[in-house]
């Protein structure tokens, strides 16, 4: 079978179709690890965890925040379905500062009744929206 | 003959009720563009997700999962859940008319099923109540603010009645949003999860899955059901506002044409009044 040359890659949220582009190469991270995809990859269905996703096109890399969700990865294309997600420069870096600050208070002070996994979904979903908008900044 | 005081109330009747019309379609014409915004921007992922689940449900075994099971819906006694999609107001034209005509030609072309009902919407559930129909669940009242998690709460609603097997399949009736101008009422099936069956050398592959097929669909699949729900409430919101908008366009119309024609007669039956008055005059003048 020919190995197709390109990926289309579509990224949408319940909210909104973020992404629909072709390109050379996509970094998801699933839940049991990151996982690249170039064209010609086999079927997969992968969970999606909390998490930095980036894409290639000829030399030029995107990168996204995502979390959870589902990837669908075909020969020739890569659809994600995720709940949250967005663009480096859509995000908000005074909130997201003020989330991780929160989360690791919250983390610091445990209460009887925290919920520990949640305090903890929110430290990791404000570091790496934190470390995308670094990403952004640099290349702008 | 009425008289011109009269008259003249019923003018001023039409009136405010024009004015109501016109500021119901201001409105609506206000939110129909949000409404018409989100489902426009919901759409792609709930096709994505039908797209990807249609895919999946080809490949794996229907015993992977509680809601790919498929069962005899045609054997006699089998039950059947069915979402009415209408709306919480009235004031809409033929809306609330519409969904639920289609839902009784459901019922009534279902042969010997039997229908339960899962209304959302007061507007329906008004209707089916006071019939006496089997209602399963019923949520009213979200439509000011519609989020995600109404359509979470619905679809639980559903996906507990089929996996407890109190009913064998479920579908959904609502409205389309097409355009502002044009919306059609779709009956599909939600549970269980449709399946293609197997065509063109593509499908022979199966996914490599991350983590275990198995936890994949626990999370997949209630997703899906949530996205289709979350799809047809934004469709029937959106169209809601566009019918509710063309109907009270009319109405306004309608009243100032209303308005023109007792107009006319107001003035006649007041030039024959005075017609009137004067040969009174003149004829008691001649008298004299």
Same mark, same amino acid.
């Given at each position: 079978?020919?190995?197709?040359?390109?990926?289309?890659?579509?990224?949408?949220?319940?909210?909104?179709?973020?992404v629909?582009?072709?390109v050379?190469?996509?970094?998801?991270?699933?839940?049991?690890?990151?996982?690249?995809v170039?064209?010609?990859?086999t079927p997969?269905?992968?969970?999606?965890?909390?998490?930095?996703l980036?894409?290639? /096109?000829g030399?030029?890399?995107?990168?996204? @925040?995502?979390?959870?969700?589902?990837?669908?990865?075909q020969p020739?294309?890569?659809?994600?379905?995720? #709940?949250i997600?967005?663009?480096?420069?859509?995000?908000d870096?005074?909130?997201?500062?003020?989330?991780?600050?929160?989360?690791?208070?919250?983390?610091? *002070?445990p209460a009887?009744?925290?919920?520990?996994?949640?305090?903890?979904?929110?430290?990791?979903? @404000?570091?790496?929206?934190?470390?995308?908008?670094?990403?952004? *900044?640099?290349? $702008? | 003959?009425?008289?011109?005081?009269?008259?003249?109330?019923?003018?001023?009747?039409? +009136? @405010?009720?024009?004015?109501?019309?016109?500021?119901?379609?201001?409105?609506?014409?206000? +939110?129909?563009?949000?409404?018409?915004?989100?489902?426009?921007?919901?759409?792609?992922?709930?096709?994505q997700?039908?797209?990807?689940?249609?895919?999946?449900? !080809?490949?794996?075994?229907?015993s992977?999962?509680?809601?790919?099971?498929?069962?005899?819906? !045609?054997?006699p006694?089998? *039950?059947?859940?069915?979402?009415?999609v209408?709306?919480d +107001?009235?004031?809409?034209? $033929?809306?609330?008319?519409?969904?639920? /005509?289609?839902?009784?030609?459901?019922?009534?072309?279902?042969?010997?099923?039997?229908?339960?009902?899962?209304?959302?919407?007061?507007?329906?559930r008004d209707y089916f109540?006071?019939?006496?129909?089997?209602v399963?669940?019923?949520?009213?009242?979200?439509?000011? #603010?519609?989020? =995600?998690?109404?359509?979470?709460?619905?679809?639980?609603?559903?996906?507990?009645?089929?996996?407890?097997?109190r009913?064998?399949?479920? =579908?959904?009736? =609502?409205?389309?949003?097409?355009?502002?101008?044009?919306q059609?009422i779709?009956? /599909?099936?939600?549970l269980?999860i449709?399946?293609?069956?197997?065509?063109?050398a593509?499908?022979?592959?199966?996914?490599? =899955?991350?983590?275990?097929?198995?936890q994949?669909?626990?999370?997949?699949?209630?997703?899906?059901?949530?996205?289709?729900?979350?799809?047809?409430?934004?469709? $029937?919101?959106?169209?809601?506002?566009?019918? #509710?908008?063309?109907?009270m366009?009319?109405a306004?119309?309608?009243?100032?044409?209303?308005?023109?024609?007792?107009?006319?007669?107001?003035? /006649?039956?007041?030039?024959?009044?005075?017609?009137?008055?004067?040969?009174?005059?003149? $004829?008691?003048? #001649?008298?004299?």
């Open positions: 079978m020919a190995i197709p040359a390109h990926l289309t890659l579509e990224i949408v949220t319940p909210e909104r179709l973020l629909r582009d072709e050379d190469e996509v970094e998801i991270p699933g839940a049991e690890g990151y996982l690249g170039l064209p010609g990859h997969l269905l992968a969970t999606l965890q909390v998490g930095e980036w894409y290639r /096109k030399a030029e890399r995107t990168y996204l @925040s995502i979390a959870f969700g589902f990837a669908e990865v020739d294309r890569v659809t994600l379905l995720a #709940q997600a967005e663009k480096a420069e859509e995000i870096v005074v909130r997201a500062g003020a989330a991780r600050q929160r989360a690791e208070d919250r983390l610091a *002070r009887v009744d925290m919920d520990f996994e949640r305090a903890r979904i929110a430290l990791l979903k @404000s570091l790496v929206r934190l470390q995308v908008a670094s990403r952004a *900044r640099i290349r $702008s | 003959m009425p008289s011109l005081i009269d008259l003249r109330r019923r003018i001023r009747s039409v +009136k @405010s009720t024009q004015q109501i019309t016109k500021a119901i379609k201001m409105v609506a014409a206000s +939110k129909l563009r949000r409404a018409q915004e989100r489902i426009l921007s919901a759409r792609p992922f709930a096709d997700m039908e797209r990807v689940l249609g895919n999946l449900a !080809r490949r794996v075994d229907p992977a999962h509680p809601l790919l099971e498929a069962r005899d819906e !045609r054997r006694g089998a *039950r059947t859940l069915l979402l009415v209408s709306a +107001k009235g004031l809409c034209g $033929s809306f609330n008319t519409n969904v639920i /005509k289609a839902a009784a030609n459901f019922i009534l072309g279902s042969g010997g099923r039997e229908v339960v009902l899962g209304l959302v919407g007061r507007r329906g109540r006071r019939r006496g129909f089997e399963a669940f019923e949520h009213t009242g979200f439509f000011q #603010q519609l989020s =995600y998690n109404d359509a979470r709460a619905v679809s639980r609603a559903a996906i507990e009645e089929f996996t407890t097997g009913v064998d399949s479920v =579908y959904l009736v =609502y409205t389309e949003f097409r355009s502002v101008m044009s059609r779709v009956t /599909k099936r939600l269980p449709p399946r293609e069956e197997i065509t063109g593509d499908a022979a592959v199966d996914y490599l =899955y991350e983590p275990a097929p198995e994949i669909l626990a999370d997949l699949v209630p997703r899906h059901i949530e996205v289709q729900v979350y799809r047809a409430l934004l469709d $029937s919101n959106a169209s809601f506002f566009a019918v #509710q908008m063309t109907a366009d009319t306004t119309k309608n009243s100032a044409e209303v308005i023109d024609q007792l107009t006319l007669y107001m003035n /006649k039956v007041r030039q024959a009044a005075i017609t009137r008055e004067i040969i009174e005059v003149v $004829s008691g003048a #001649q008298a004299l």
